[in-house]
């Protein structure tokens, strides 16, 4: 059968029914690929995969999300969707309410959400609104009007969401026919964190021997890291924008996965996320966004501390949440210059060094 999609995919897995009208950009069915260069850089003894969720239709893990919450927002009769964002679910609503033909309304931090994302979301024709405060304050918006107005709330404190998220783990068990021993993933709020051990929970009830459960291993950005703090930050600040998130919705569900999966949720500094963004960039040829590069940067750090020393090889996978093309200003700012030339083979030698 052709692939149309997670809901189809994996249906008996997810609330929908025969009379549940699908609403899908065909999200999902993203590349697993082995990390050999990075391991080698590292000296690591063990396997690391790299899950590109950059590949979904708007170029973020939130289609698989999205294609649950506008699908089932329709089924209930919904007119109107509504989110607060850092950008990628703005981009993906935007998207999957154009394709339902219902009106979607965003809230977005002023000023703090990457070019591409924002360029998304206006095309796809939602109204998009910046407001002069962060995305927690957004976010407070949005469950308000919700609750007051007819218009759902497609944050992934919808369940749906969350159901959507899940399938990323049951792919990456099917690529590795089994379960990874580790995953690393960025936190911002803490939706992801929540599906994704769902998701593995899920496999591992269905095929206990086959697939084992892994430990969740989350990472926020230093200046954005409330539930490694233990509080929540009133001006969260990190280059990595999508994870600028001072009140993560799901904090107490990302803390379970973190104590039922004996993982760890741990913060990483602006410098580590940009090391690793380049060195992904630079040397698996895989461009993905600052905040997906905290999964990398989780993974260098821990490495670089002989976390993994005592235990044997291993396999892990780190997720890239989203795409790079969707912040291009923070790729030409932290990366080598081009250069100008005239129009003369010489001049061109000589700048390359042939
Ligand atoms: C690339 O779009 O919160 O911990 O409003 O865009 O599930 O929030 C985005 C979050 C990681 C964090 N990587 O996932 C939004 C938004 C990327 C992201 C996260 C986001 P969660």
């Not at 999205?66 to 919904?78: L, N, R, W």
């Not at 007119?79 to 219902?102: D, E, H, L, M």
């Not at 001072?246 to 999966?261: H, L, M, V």
Request: proline content about 5%.
């Amino acid at each position: 059968m052709p692939y149309k999609g997670i809901i189809e995919k994996y249906r008996k897995y997810l609330p929908v029914s025969d009379e549940t009208p699908i609403i899908s950009l065909h999200e999902g069915n993203t590349p697993l690929i082995q990390a050999k260069n990075i391991s080698k850089k590292l000296n690591f003894n063990g396997e690391v995969y790299l899950k590109f969720e950059g590949m979904n239709p708007t170029g973020s893990f939130k289609d698989r999300g999205m294609t649950m919450a506008i699908s089932k927002a329709i089924e209930s009769g919904s007119k109107a969707v509504i989110c607060a964002s850092t950008g990628n679910t703005s981009a993906s609503a935007a998207a999957y309410a154009a394709k339902a033909k219902i009106k979607c309304v965003v809230l977005i931090p002023e000023g703090k959400i990457s070019f591409g994302k924002l360029s998304q979301a206006v095309i796809h024709g939602a109204e998009v609104l910046e407001i002069d405060g962060n995305f927690d304050e957004a976010l407070d918006l949005a469950k308000d009007l919700s609750s007051r107005y007819p218009i759902t709330l497609v944050n992934s404190i919808n369940p749906f969401r969350i159901e959507g998220q899940k399938t990323a783990a049951y792919e990456v068990c099917e690529s590795l026919e089994e379960s990874p021993d580790y995953q690393f993933m960025p936190v911002g709020n803490a939706g992801n964190i929540a599906a994704y051990w769902k998701g593995y929970k899920d496999y591992n009830k269905a095929e206990p021997e086959k697939y084992t459960l892994p430990k969740m291993m989350g990472f926020q950005a230093a200046g954005s890291a409330p539930i490694v703090e233990g509080h929540p930050i009133a001006n969260p600040e990190t280059v990595a924008t999508a994870i600028r998130i001072g009140n993560p919705a799901s904090w107490k569900i990302a803390e379970e996965a973190r104590d039922e999966s004996c993982g760890v949720i741990d913060k990483i500094t602006d410098e580590e996320i940009l090391e690793a963004y380049r060195i992904v960039a630079a040397t698996e040829g895989i461009f993905c966004e600052p905040a997906s590069a905290a999964s990398v940067a989780g993974f260098i750090k821990y490495t670089r501390q002989n976390y993994f020393k005592d235990i044997g090889p291993v396999k892990v996978v780190c997720v890239l949440t989203g795409h790079g093309l969707k912040d291009p200003n923070t790729a030409v700012t932290n990366a080598a210059k081009s250069k100008k030339v005239r129009v003369n083979i010489e001049d061109i030698v000589s700048v390359i060094g042939l």
